[in-house]
């Protein structure tokens, strides 16, 4: 752990292949969705930020468009694996810390990379959707979602 990790007592989850440091957590009070959420940094092993990746702790309400799992891998560092290292750990972080043994990731079919990446997790494709033209997704243009399910066990 780095001295700023140190610092701000921020908590660093490692794997060989990448680490992940909290940013920060809300609750279902202080989010301002109103869903529980850990947010993290995606470091390379240089410590380098490649992108972020976040762990919803719920899927109430119109979260299942959403899934529990958001990343965003920074342009330059695309095409290097680090979305799938970073949701590995991330599943190992749901699962120990938080006793999820099931999560539920979605992409927009026209994500390749996403979806690529999803189907390399050996996530199963449980269907595609059409988001409800009354969801935030929607409006944002997404109007499509490939809903994939992963069991994670210790």
Known sequence: MDILDRLFNKRLYESDSIKLR????????TAFDGVPTVYYDVLNLESDKVGTIELRLTMEGDMYYYGHVGYN??????GNNYAYHACKLLFKIAREEFNMNELIITCSPENIASYKTLKKLNGELIEEVDVPENHELYMRGEKRKCIFKFRISL
């Open 22 to 29: 909290e940013k920060f957590r809300t609750s279902k009070t």
């Open 73 to 78: 891998i920074i342009d330059k560092y695309r």
